[in-house]
């Protein structure tokens, strides 16, 4: 199994910058698709940004401008670039990771915008 190790969250002021990272480790995978997912308080979780890895990422309208998915092959590693952020944005913020034997998900990082 597939396992994932997310980091970054925090809290920021409405305006403000965070990077979230996603290492996914184990033996024998190859990864399909990394993506970041996230669910606020009350409601269902949603995709953020998805992005193949051998291939373009998407995202979610509500990020469009001001959220960037990018990652590294060689480290296995999925980062969030989350600009701008509002308090709409606050959520617990989930990886997954789509390889060739299924799919994980990471245990989530808070990310939380206020004043």
């Known amino acids: 199994q597939v396992q994932l190790v997310e980091s970054g969250g925090g809290l920021v002021q409405p305006g403000g910058s965070l990077r979230l990272s996603c290492v996914a480790s184990g033996s024998a995978f190859s990864i399909n698709a990394m993506g970041w997912y996230r669910q606020a308080p009350g409601k269902e979780r949603e995709l953020v940004a998805r992005?193949?890895?051998?291939?373009?990422?998407n995202y979610v309208d509500s990020v469009k401008g001001r959220f960037t998915i990018s990652r590294d092959n060689a480290k296995n590693t999925v980062y969030l670039q989350m600009n701008n952020l509002k308090p709409e944005d606050t959520a617990v913020y989930y990886c997954k990771v789509e390889t060739n034997r299924g799919f994980s998900w990471g245990k989530g990082t808070l990310v939380t915008v206020s004043t």
């Open positions: 992005i193949l890895w051998r291939g373009p990422s």
